[in-house]
């Protein structure tokens, strides 16, 4: 079994729409990342959460550590959105990062 | 703002040939780490690096791979008898105290 699941697993948009990728993990964390991958395959870090909510401009992470979930939501979606949203978690402090299958996202104008 | 650079971008080789992907972490932080991505499929982890020495492999790190810190700056990989199936993206990383992970843009070797 997986240790870290998404969905969904992929997903198409409007430009303007509301968006949330959900994320759930079976294993204790020190801490969850959420990730986002372009075509070109660099991975950048977004957000690293242990606890409650963070907000970076138009994205803001959830996390609910009893119910081993997170949330990623985009406010007013753009194409330039548009990228594989990965959710992936560290069991213990620099510990490795265990990575979820990631969301692929489009943003349609 | 300071980030992870590997080289090079796109490697091919040869099947049975060595190859050695380069990584220059970010220059304060201490772990180091190796994963690479089959096209297709979710990042995988090979190997987790720190003081100097190897602090945890998975299953796919065997003995075809080995890892260095040769100068204090430099991380490389290195596969020494490639086979088709080590084809992959594959991605270096650092860390530090309260941060995420910093990766590199990604080395996407080709074996043929």
């Known amino acids: 079994k997986n240790e870290v699941e998404q969905s969904p697993q992929n997903l198409t948009a409007q430009e303007g729409e509301f968006i949330t990728i959900n994320c759930s993990y079976s294993v204790g964390i020190s801490a969850l990342h959420w990730l986002q991958q372009h075509p070109g395959g660099g991975i950048v870090s977004l957000f690293m959460?242990?606890?409650g909510k963070k907000k970076h401009g138009r994205l803001i992470a959830t996390i609910n550590i009893q119910e081993k979930h997170s949330s990623l939501h985009i406010t007013a979606s753009h194409p330039r959105d548009s990228a594989v949203y990965i959710c992936?978690?560290?069991?213990?402090?620099?510990?490795?990062?265990?990575f979820g299958p990631g969301t692929s996202l489009s943003v349609i104008p | 703002e300071p980030e992870v650079t590997q080289t090079p971008s796109h490697q091919v080789t040869q099947m049975g040939q060595e190859v050695i992907l380069r990584c220059v972490p970010i220059?304060?932080?201490?772990?180091f780490y190796w994963y690479r991505q089959i096209l297709g499929q979710k990042v995988e982890f090979l190997v987790s690096f720190y003081n100097n020495e190897i602090s945890e492999k998975s299953e796919i790190f065997d003995d075809q791979f080995s890892v260095e810190r040769p100068d204090g700056s430099n991380f490389t990989l290195k596969i020494r008898s490639t086979k088709l199936e080590d084809s992959a993206m594959y991605f270096c990383?650092?860390?530090?105290?309260?941060?995420?992970?910093?990766f590199g843009a990604g080395t996407r070797l080709s074996v043929l």
């Open positions: 990383a650092s860390i530090t105290t309260g941060q995420g992970p910093n």
């Open positions: 959460l242990s606890s």
């Open positions: 992936a978690v560290e069991k213990t402090s620099y510990d490795k990062v265990i």
């Open positions: 220059s304060n932080h201490l772990y």
